[in-house]
Nanobody, 122 residues
């Protein structure tokens, strides 16, 4: 499956952004999906994931209560609503897909696409 993320940009602390990820190539609904991010100079890390039907979500502690992951299988699209952004959220954000949520949470998904940059200034 091919994944293309968009929606990144520059925002001040406390602001909001909504990322989107459009999938193509295989049945989107057959995969768990999620978001990973890589802050400058750091390792890639897990952000959020959702199961195939979108009924279950899991978040990193650092974003819980501020970020919301959702998906629209009819549109082959994954979303990440990011509120109350902090400077430490600055990173390249990647969408990912895998048969299991576990592989997304452990930053080892079968598929991921090009990232979109989010910059949060204080």
């Amino acid at each position: 499956v091919q994944l293309q993320a968009s929606g990144g940009g520059s925002v001040q602390a406390g602001g909001s952004l909504r990322l989107s990820c459009v999938a193509s190539g295989r049945t989107f609904g057959g995969y768990a999906t999620g978001w990973l991010r890589q802050p400058p100079g750091k390792e890639r890390e897990f952000v959020a994931s959702t199961n195939k039907g979108g009924s279950s979500q899991f978040y990193a502690e650092s974003v819980k209560g501020r970020f919301t992951i959702s998906r629209d299988n009819a549109k082959n699209t994954l979303y990440l609503q990011m509120n109350s952004l902090k400077p430490e959220d600055t990173a390249e954000y990647y969408c990912a897909a895998d048969p299991t949520m576990h592989n997304i949470v452990t930053v080892a998904p079968a598929f991921w696409g090009q990232g979109t940059l989010v910059t949060v200034s204080s």
